[in-house]
């Protein structure tokens, strides 16, 4: 069974826009009086974006072995595929 033993920092959330994309994430994240903040927080969620933990990371390797994963993805996106379908 493979375990994460180590890292540091927050990986880019699926399709936020390159470099680019992520700072400006990342800024309005830290901002919660951001006009845009309550969206981007529900956005972040739907796409499994949490600070770096370790557990968690742990967590969703376990899940992702079995089908969990997948079940919680659907559950957050409403059944739709990543390309919205």
Known sequence: MSVC???????PPEDV???????EFMRVMANGRDPDHASVKEWAHSQFFERYSLAAVNRRMRA????????????RNGGRDTDGS
């Open 5 to 11: 033993t180590g890292g540091i920092g927050d990986a």
């Open 64 to 75: 992702r072995r079995t089908g969990e994963l997948f079940d919680e993805w659907e559950e």
């Open 17 to 23: 826009g390159g470099s680019y994309g992520f700072e």
